[in-house]
């Protein structure tokens, strides 16, 4: 077999790109075992990702908790936009023995084509499977998939180095396995019940070479198990929650910290259900900060104490963002869903937070939970708006297996999808033509708000609607009239179709709202070609040299200039004059900006703006 490298495989004349496992040193450790007459299996684990930027916890905890056979295990990722044939010709060239895959909702379908098509190629490898989506009703899932041998139905870990010492060493029997359903030999299904769980500390740190993970994100876990029971969760079936020592946390992070990794994102359900757990880590992530690596936290923001705030306030801008699943703001929904949650201390602690300054905050709200109408969501909607988050994220209620909102669906008269998402279609309080508005709305701040493009534009825009949702809602339907969804829109295509909408809305502030589109514009980007309707900024030409030569003299505004020449700062720069206060209320007064595009916002990407406040 040839010598091949770690790289990144390009089929010609089609872009399908997929990880090519690095197999040189294994090669060569397989021949001397055998030599030895010692057993050897090759291992693989698959893992199929959401988008090329995630990776895989689950497939890299087995491998480190398997150490022992470590030179045995390799781990394929792939995303679910990598054409099958492409993944089922790499798995096919690796031939492994052993073949696991890591199964969640998003995933599923496309994991089952592959297993199909896979064990008709490789009528010898058996497969496993695991994660969320298989683990509730095992035995039913290899009744439809007579190809798989078992399915790992606890955490995976021990349940995982257990199959390894059955198939590698020959130790014990499937039926002394614990947490796997499996196949036995005339066909008949087993199931063994799962023992205890791990202990945090027992898991070794699964990182070691950073460079597999280049470009993505890294997904940290110091905690498992949720304290909460929030019946549309899978979390709250774990009710132990168990938490990694502080020692060995530290000495993690800092490994990341060394290594510059842009972002690790904590997957610990509830970050700050225990105060001591989250102050030690935030602290030690402040004073040990890289001024690189963002850390990102899933949190109850009722629970945070004023020692936590503290903390947080003193952080550098970008250094940590915060997960905040609201959900919903009414409270008969809140009860019925076991969520114990209070709506007031929230907003004053999102209010406080926002007043920091330094930290990024979103928001999650889910639509189809019962005694949740429209008129409701609406409401839930304008209040979290009104919080101001850095994002907001509209979501629709997934009915999982094993949850209780699973159990209670035809309770609640919530109708889903019988496939994966199995995303709700509408409810006894909710129809699915309020639901498709939703949807609108969902698209229309994913665009318009999510993105941070448009912020003063959209901001200005509330005041001509009677509330936030129906802005959004009203631009979705013009989205829809004008057959413009589903269609690739360009960042300049989007400010065209906003000013279009904003002409048809005819507030009589029209040529306003396009100098707020171009304060937007180059708030994000120093961009070189304009609208046709923006004004010619050749008039304020002499009026830009001027005040770059006055910074190349004696800066006033920009710093970090030093050694660039007035030609070079106007290129690296943008000077902008309106005839309305785009740094205030919009009042209407002459106002020159000059935008800074070597400081921008951590929390969005913004440059600095300076107001010059005399014009000559």
């Known amino acids: 077999m040839p010598d091949r490298k770690e790289t990144l495989f ?41 988008k090329y930027i995630h990776s895989n916890l689950a497939v890299y905890s087995l491998r480190a908790y398997a150490g022992k056979y470590e030179e045995q295990i390799e781990i394929a990722e792939f995303t679910i936009n990598h054409y099958v044939d492409d993944i089922m010709e790499e798995i096919y060239r690796q031939n492994p023995d052993f073949l696991g895959f890591s199964c969640y909702i998003w995933n599923i379908e496309y994991v089952k084509k592959l297993i199909r098509e896979l064990k008709k190629l490789l009528p010898d490898t058996v497969i496993w499977v695991g994660g969320p989506e298989v683990s509730y009703d095992a035995a039913s899932f290899l009744k439809e998939m007579f190809q798989v041998k078992g399915v790992m139905t606890g955490e995976g870990e021990r349940s995982f180095l257990a199959l390894l010492d059955y198939y590698i060493e020959g130790k014990g029997t499937l039926q002394e396995i614990d947490g796997i359903t499996y196949r036995k030999e005339k066909g008949e299904i087993g199931a063994n019940p799962c023992t205890d769980f791990l202990t945090m500390d027992e898991l070794p740190f699964m990182y070691q070479n950073m460079s597999e993970f280049k470009n993505k994100i890294v997904y940290y876990e110091s905690s498992r198990g949720c304290p909460f029971s929030c019946s549309y969760c899978l979390s709250s079936i774990d009710k132990k929650v168990r938490f990694r020592s502080l020692d060995l946390v530290e000495r993690e992070l800092q490994f990341f910290l060394d290594q510059k990794v842009p972002q690790v994102k904590f997957v610990d359900r509830t970050f700050n259900c225990n105060h001591r757990h989250a102050v030690g880590i935030w602290n030690y992530i402040k004073e040990h900060d890289n001024g690189i690596t963002n850390f990102h936290f899933e949190i109850a923001a009722d629970l945070l104490n004023e020692e936590e705030l503290k903390i947080l306030s003193q952080m550098r801008p ?27 201390k929230i907003k004053q602690i999102t209010a406080k937070i926002h007043s920091f300054g330094n930290i990024h905050q979103h928001l999650d709200l889910i639509a189809g939970l019962p005694y949740e109408g429209y008129d409701s969501l609406i409401q839930s909607f304008c209040e979290i708006y009104k919080m101001r988050p850095n994002q907001l994220q509209l979501g629709f209620l997934k009915v999982l297996k094993g949850s209780k909102m699973y159990h209670k669906a035809e309770e609640y008269g919530i109708s889903y999808r019988s496939f994966p998402q199995y995303e709700v279609l509408f409810t006894k309080w909710l129809s699915h033509d309020e639901l498709l508005n939703l949807k609108k709305v969902e698209e229309m701040v994913e665009v318009y708000y999510n993105s941070f493009q448009f912020s003063h534009t959209i901001h200005a825009l509330e005041k001509e609607f009677s509330n936030p949702f129906e802005m959004f809602l009203k631009l979705g339907e013009y989205y829809e009239k004008k057959g413009l969804n589903h269609l690739n829109h360009s960042r300049m295509g989007r400010f065209e179709i906003l000013r279009d909408f904003i002409l048809e809305l005819k507030t009589g502030k029209e040529k306003w709202y396009e100098e707020w589109m171009i304060f937007d514009l180059y708030l994000r980007e120093n961009s070189k070609s304009r609208p046709n309707w923006a004004k010619d900024c050749g008039t304020w030409k002499e009026f830009t040299a001027w005040i770059c030569k006055k910074e190349e003299r004696q800066p006033e505004y920009l710093t970090g200039y030093e050694g660039y020449t007035y030609r070079q700062i106007i290129k690296m720069t943008h000077l902008e004059i309106f005839s309305i206060n785009v740094l205030g209320e919009g009042e209407r007064k002459e106002t020159a900006v000059l935008f800074d595009y070597r400081k921008k916002d951590p929390l969005n990407g913004n440059a600095s703006v300076y107001q010059i406040e005399k014009i000559k």
Not at 19 to 37: D, F, H, Y
Request: charged share 30%; with cysteine.
């Open 318 to 344: 970008g250094l940590v963002q915060l997960e905040i699943g609201v959900q919903t703001t009414n409270m008969q929904t809140l009860k019925e869903i076991n969520r114990k949650t209070d709506l007031e």
């Open 10 to 50: 390009l089929r010609k004349g089609r872009k399908r790109f997929f990880p090519i496992i690095t197999l040189s040193a294994s090669i060569v450790m397989e021949t001397m075992r055998n030599q030895k007459g010692e057993k050897r299996m090759k291992i693989l684990l698959c893992a199929i990702n959401a």
